[in-house]
């Protein structure tokens, strides 16, 4: 008795056949990771499952490899590495303002907001008799050692300013405050302002910021305030 012959696929159906299982194979990942429409966002997913998070809700997509922030229950996950995340405290009633290490990232911005506005209060002291040449610029001691005298020769001298920021909306939701962007030789202690080792680390802090934004809509009415502070200024990190 003869076999029957199995019928076989033409070579085109090979390939169609093989293209549509990889083709679903790769939907199936996909969904896994979220859909995330850009490598970017392929990265902080991974970082997320390795840190059993997630998935956040994305509020920015930066420059560079890693610059993607997002919220996830009472935290702002940030990405600062290919694996690493960081994490900075949610606050549940209004915008979170959140140190990005140069900029101020506003998080679950009010709807409808179209224009923001940063008002940032800086003091720091520091000791322009130690500042060597130009280029070099002042030399900033901690907020501690500022009460003292350096060497017994030097005395630290108290500066302080006001600066407005105009907010970036972001297509991702959140609104980006370029604070380092600022000019002037107070580039560094802006810097300082807006990272987060001071906040989390009161010991490293040397310069003082008390910071607020407003949020306005189409109108011009306002929509929501946020606010941030030193530790020294109101004993806790996020406002």
């Known amino acids: 008795m003869k076999k029957r012959k199995r019928p076989r696929l033409r070579r085109g159906w090979k390939v169609v056949l093989n293209f549509t299982l990889a083709a679903v194979l790769f939907v199936l990942f996909w969904g896994v990771l979220d859909y995330p429409l850009n490598s970017k966002v392929c990265n902080f997913r991974r970082a997320e499952r390795m840190d059993w998070v997630g998935p956040s809700e994305i509020q920015r997509i930066g420059g560079g490899h890693f610059g993607v922030v997002g919220t996830y229950l009472d935290q702002v996950v940030i990405q ?55 280029d070099v610029g002042p030399t900033y001691p901690s907020l501690e050692r500022a009460a003292q005298d350096y060497d017994g020769k030097y ?20 609104v ?64």
């Open 155 to 174: 005395r630290a001298e108290f500066w302080q300013n006001t600066y407005t920021v105009q907010g970036e909306c972001l297509e991702e939701g959140g």
């Open 80 to 134: 600062t590495g290919r694996d690493n995340l960081d994490y900075w405290p949610r606050n549940p009633d209004s915008p979170t303002l959140t140190p990005l290490d140069g900029d101020i990232l506003a998080v679950d911005v009010p709807e409808g907001n179209v224009r923001a506005e940063l008002t940032l209060e800086l003091s720091f002291y520091y000791y322009p008799a130690l500042a060597g040449p130009e």
């Open 176 to 239: 980006i405050f370029p604070v380092s962007g600022q000019a002037g030789r107070d580039r560094r202690p802006l810097h300082e302002a807006a990272s987060r080792e001071g906040y989390l680390n009161p010991d490293l802090l040397w310069a003082q910021a008390r910071m607020s934004a407003v949020f306005y809509g189409e109108n011009g009415q306002e929509l929501g305030r946020a606010e941030l502070s030193t530790p020294e200024e109101t004993g806790n990190a996020a406002g």
